[in-house]
Structures are given as C-alpha cells and as structure tokens.
C-alpha cells in the first residue's frame, strides 16, 4: 500500500506561483502511474498532469499546458507540481494520485492524498 500526503497550498495573488509536493511513503512512487488532480467548488474533480511508471512521458491538461511543470525527486520519494502564471479559474483542492495501471490521464486512480487547498485571488 502507498501513503499520499499533498503540502504547499494557500492563498496566492492572480500571476503568482506555487508549488505543491506530494510525498510518496510505503513504496516507491516508480512502481505507478502517478497523476495531479484538482476540484474546484461545485465541480468535478478533473486531470491536471501526470507522468508514467518509468517517468519517461508526462501528459498535462490544455488547461494548465505550459503554465504547470511536474517533476520528481527520486531520492526524496517526492513528486512536485510547479504551477506558475495562476488565475483564480485554478483554485481548487488539489490531489496527488497513484495508479498501478498505466493509463496516465484516467481518473480511476488506486490511492489518493487527501489534497490541498490552492486560492487564488483576483
């Protein structure tokens, strides 16, 4: 089983930048598929990005493409979203997500962070 736990979130201004962690605990986040999620308020919950197993392809939503970076540290067993240039359309909770299966942009996800909260302010 793997542990999920989502920090970095709070209250930025419209055009500032943030970055959300996702720490991986239990087993290394290189046996999933690994994904960032979001749900604003009276939505549902949609696909931000998300790299495969070997981290060798990294998908992103056209919503986000070219304003959101994912990364990972290896070592530290951590994923990273670097959200950069943010509007208030991107608050949301925001969810860190892993999946045995390799179908990166699906929602059906295996395990699930309990999120964290992005405001974004006009």
């Known amino acids: 089983q793997v542990q999920l736990v989502e920090s970095g979130g709070g209250l930025v201004q419209a055009g500032d930048s943030l970055r959300l962690s996702c720490a991986v605990s239990?087993?290394?986040?290189?046996?999933?598929?690994m994904g960032w999620f979001r749900q604003a308020v009276g939505k549902e919950r949609e696909f931000v990005g998300g790299?495969?197993?070997?981290?060798?392809?990294?998908v992103y939503a056209d919503s986000v493409k070219g304003r959101f970076t994912i990364s990972r540290d290896n070592a530290k067993n951590t994923v990273y979203l670097q959200m950069n240039s943010l509007n208030p359309e991107d608050t949301a909770v925001y969810y860190c997500?892993?999946?045995?299966?390799?179908?990166?942009?699906?929602?059906?996800?295996?395990?699930w962070g309990q999120g964290t909260h992005v405001t974004i302010s006009s």
């Open positions: 997500a892993a999946r045995f299966g390799i179908t990166i942009t699906t929602t059906n996800y295996d395990y």
């Open positions: 239990g087993r290394t986040f290189s046996d999933y598929t």
């Open positions: 790299f495969s197993r070997s981290g060798g392809r990294t």
